[in-house]
């Protein structure tokens, strides 16, 4: 199932997520090119975005979901993660474990080959720390999310990463394909991610406070499911 036999790789670092409506992405984008500009290592060249299929995994009684939706400080996610580019087709396919802790993010994910899981039981090939968590918290798939994802990367700061996420989607997944059918979530609105390790400078700071940028909390995952089991806590 490894790809290459790939190790696991881990990302640390910190995040903050912001709902902008769309209307407003063209000035966004205007301030932001002066500092950023597209990260192209994924993207497509001539749209500067890709698409990002995840079908995430809950316990029985959906125990991720109730630590976001009770504010746990700690708490972690566990998905498989397509990136759908022009560059990479449909291949790029990752399993990840993501823990957060207040701002902080870690990352722990670890590449698959193409068309390997295919249905429940492939998931118990997955090496290390995947397997061992999918077998202890008995997790099984309860969500497909996707959306449309444009990269920034700073220009003279290459730790600072922004992402805008648009036309947001959910479905109950039928199986590993990531081609289901989908219902849409925030159709006017777009989510924008800070990533950053160390520090912010100056720009980010100005951009924020230029467009009256609010902190959210907000959990595709959570209104991902919420949207296709209405009766769930909120």
């Known amino acids: 199932v490894l790809k290459n036999n790939m190790l696991t790789t881990q990302i640390k670092r910190s995040e903050y997520k912001y709902i902008v ?3 407003d992405l ?14 192209l290592s994924y993207a497509d060249p001539i749209t500067k975005s890709y698409v990002v299929h995840s079908i995430y995994f ?10 976001k939706i009770y504010g746990i400080m700690k708490r972690k996610k566990f998905r498989l993660r397509q990136y759908h ?4 087709g449909k291949s790029n396919i990752f399993a990840e474990i993501k823990y957060k802790h207040g701002a902080v993010i870690t990352k722990e994910r670890i590449q698959l080959e193409a068309n390997t899981i ?3 039981s492939d998931m118990y090939s997955i090496d290390n720390a995947f397997r061992h968590l999918y077998i202890q918290d008995t997790l099984r798939p309860t969500t497909l999310i996707s959306y449309t994802r444009q990269p920034l990367i700073g220009i003279q700061h290459p730790h600072i990463r922004i992402t805008i ?7 109950i997944p039928n199986d590993f394909t990531f081609t289901q059918t989908n219902s849409t979530l925030l159709t006017d609105q777009a989510i924008i991610e800070l990533k ?3 520090y912010l400078p100056t720009w980010v700071n100005m951009f924020i406070k230029i467009f009256s940028l609010q902190q959210t ?7 991902g499911l919420q949207h296709i089991r209405p009766t769930l806590t909120k």
């Open 118 to 120: 295919k249905q429940q």
């Open 85 to 88: 580019t022009k560059t990479h």
């Open 21 to 23: 409506n769309k209307k």
């Open 196 to 198: 950053y390790h160390t």
């Open 165 to 171: 996420d648009r036309d947001l989607q959910s479905c």
């Open 217 to 223: 909390s907000y959990s595709k995952y959570c209104a």
């Open 26 to 39: 063209p000035k966004i984008l205007f301030f932001l090119s002066r500092f950023a500009k597209p990260d």
């Open 58 to 67: 809950d316990t029985p009684t959906l125990k991720y979901y109730f630590e």
